[in-house]
């Protein structure tokens, strides 16, 4: 369980903890690990997991909105109001999401929520289920009163009405486990997928990768493994490995300001250090649109000074502080940022199907095949996006194969020192969803991960890389939805272990993103 680890877990890590002489005593450990978990005391944290029971917190918020809902529309019905829906509903949720939004928006789909709700995968602070074809996915507060934090949901593949998703068609390249080709299609038919890629491999094999679906359905393009998708957040994890391949040549420190090595824009709080920028705890704020037909210039975008509104400290998301890193890395190497991580990062790893595109690739391009990307229309048909790119390409520019972030996955050790890829690998900062960060990557503890997701208007990317290093696997799709449980499953057979439900049990989670 990832977001609250169990009981047993957390006793032999207080153990191992105070005998690599981190703690006194094992009451110092048990303490800083409860105060880790959102806790004041190791009590609390035993009250908190022993309260989830065999149902967790979301899972009861889940079931609450199916029944507080189940009349919704009716003459009678009376709607909850802001005081209710702040018992159920945290201050930031409904910040996003004004009271009167949010019900309108239950209420248009309250007659699919009527019935049983369908737990499919669960912790004590997140759960996933199915509503009469929906994939609902809810987090809460890691403390009481444990209200909803996300609430994200998504049709599954019985409610696309385009056929041609029904029985995609498939491809393969290399090794491929049997088992994984066919949980492609599978995955891609059910839960309503244009196209699926999927990649894995162990510490010193070939990458393997398989495709099912459509790369264009307005040009019956069937999808192949040498298409490449946009890879969103997961080239955060691509930066920082580039800003960590710079700290070992010795060009920069990461706990100096960031504002040393910038000079074209700068940071509002001077105080900003690379290492805040790399675990999303620098306070910098993001603009309003990520993405453009082409790749704009950054002031453009910022203007001189790069706002840091936000409180420092604390994790939150931002690709605007990514897009300093672009610049810093850029300043550091004499190069444009594209040309550099591409010398300290791409070109190393044998990444050759990946680049840094200025604008959304060609179609018909044979070396560098792009998909094309989709959102679901209300009437439940696939509806292709404009062509864009993300404004900032060193928070959402690359676009790759699944195999290629394999490759990346798997090797990016090799261009750093061990001291490096241990920072790298270990929790800095705690996300709101239980999830720790690391640079340029979110860190699952109980279940030995690594790993980075990212999502975008009509895509969507998911890499997860054992601790050791011995295996890593990445899933791709060209619609948004929530890809980790597909790439845990594809993992968890990759590693030999039992494959969990498709639509997840959690263990794989390693989320970097708002809900």
Same mark, same amino acid.
């Given at each position: 369980m990832p977001d609250q680890a169990s009981l047993r877990y957390l006793k032999l890590e207080a153990k191992r903890r105070r005998a690599a002489g981190e703690f006194p005593t094992l009451h110092?450990?048990?303490?800083?690990?409860?105060?880790?978990?959102?806790?004041?005391?190791?009590?609390?944290?035993?009250d908190a997991i022993g309260a989830a029971g065999n149902e967790g917190h979301a899972a009861a918020q889940l079931r609450w909105i199916a029944a507080r809902f189940d009349g919704a529309g009716e003459p009678a019905w009376p709607a909850p109001g802001e005081d209710e829906l702040r018992e159920h509903f945290s201050g930031e949720f409904l910040a996003a999401i004004p009271p009167?939004?949010?019900?309108?928006?239950?209420?248009?789909?309250?007659?699919?929520?009527?019935?049983?709700v369908v737990i499919t995968g669960q912790t004590p602070f997140t759960a996933q289920a199915q509503f009469a074809g929906r994939l609902v996915r809810a987090v809460t507060e890691?403390?009481?009163?444990?209200?909803?934090?996300?609430?994200?949901?998504?049709?599954?593949?019985?409610?696309?009405?385009?056929?041609?998703?029904?029985?995609?068609?498939?491809?393969?390249?290399?090794?491929?486990?049997?088992?994984?080709?066919?949980?492609?299609a599978d995955a891609a038919a059910r839960l309503g997928l244009a196209g699926l890629a999927l990649a894995g491999a162990a510490a010193g094999d070939e990458a393997w990768a398989a495709?099912?679906?459509?790369?264009?359905?307005?040009?019956?393009?069937?999808?192949?493994?040498?298409?490449?998708?946009?890879?969103?957040?997961?080239?955060?994890?691509?930066?920082?490995?580039?800003?960590?391949?710079?700290?070992?040549?010795?060009?920069?420190?990461?706990?100096?300001?960031?504002?040393?090595?910038?000079?074209?824009?700068?940071?509002?709080?001077?105080?900003?250090?690379?290492?805040?920028l790399l675990t999303h705890?620098?306070?910098?704020?993001?603009?309003?649109?990520?993405?453009?037909?082409?790749v704009p210039d950054l002031e453009s975008v910022t203007g001189p000074v790069i706002a840091c509104t936000g409180k420092r400290g604390p994790f939150g998301p931002s690709h605007a502080g990514y897009a300093a890193l672009g610049e810093v890395i850029a300043e550091r190497t004499g190069l444009t940022y594209q040309e550099?991580?591409? @010398? /300290?990062?791409?070109?190393?790893?044998?990444?050759?199907? !990946?680049?840094?595109?200025?604008?959304?690739? *060609? $179609? =018909?391009?044979?070396?560098y095949p792009p998909v094309t990307e989709y959102v679901v229309t209300a009437g439940e048909g696939f509806t292709p996006l404009d062509a864009a790119v993300c404004v900032f390409p060193a928070a959402g520019g690359l676009w790759a194969t699944a195999a290629d972030l394999v490759r990346f996955g798997l090797g990016w050790p090799s261009l750093l020192p061990r001291t490096l890829t241990a920072q790298a690998g270990r929790p800095h900062a705690?996300?709101?969803?239980?999830?720790?960060?690391?640079?340029?990557?979110?860190?699952?503890?109980?279940? @030995? /991960?690594?790993?980075?997701?990212?999502?975008?208007?009509? !895509?969507?990317?998911?890499?997860?890389?054992? *601790? $050791? =290093?011995?295996h890593a696997c990445a899933a791709m799709a060209n619609r948004q939805i929530l890809l980790e449980p597909i790439a845990w499953q594809a993992f968890t057979r990759l590693r030999g272990g039992p494959a969990g439900a498709e639509t997840g049990d959690g263990r794989g989670k390693t989320s970097t993103r708002s809900e």
């Open positions: 110092d450990a048990q303490r800083a690990i409860a105060r880790e978990h959102g806790h004041l005391s190791w009590a609390a944290l035993r009167d939004r949010l019900v309108a928006m239950i209420t248009g789909v309250a007659a699919e929520l009527r019935g049983d890691t403390r009481p009163p444990y209200r909803l934090t996300g609430l994200r949901q998504s049709l599954l593949g019985e409610r696309i009405s385009d056929p041609r998703t029904a029985e995609p068609p498939t491809s393969a390249d290399g090794p491929v486990p049997g088992a994984l080709r066919a949980q492609a495709a099912a679906g459509w790369a264009s359905l307005e040009r019956a393009e069937p999808l192949r493994t040498s298409h490449v998708f946009p890879a969103y957040q997961v080239t955060m994890a691509v930066t920082a490995v580039a800003v960590l391949c710079l700290a070992a040549s010795g060009r920069l420190r990461l706990d100096d300001r960031a504002n040393t090595y910038l000079t074209g824009v700068r940071l509002a709080d001077g105080a900003v250090t690379i290492r805040d705890t620098a306070g910098v704020i993001d603009p309003a649109g990520l993405s453009a037909p082409a550099a991580v591409t @010398r /300290l990062v791409l070109r190393p790893l044998d990444m050759g199907h !990946s680049r840094f595109p200025a604008t959304r690739p *060609a $179609d =018909g391009d044979a070396g705690r996300q709101p969803n239980g999830i720790h960060v690391g640079l340029g990557w979110a860190v699952n503890e109980p279940a @030995r /991960l690594i790993g980075i997701v990212g999502e975008g208007p009509g !895509s969507a990317a998911s890499l997860l890389v054992s *601790a $050791d =290093g011995s």
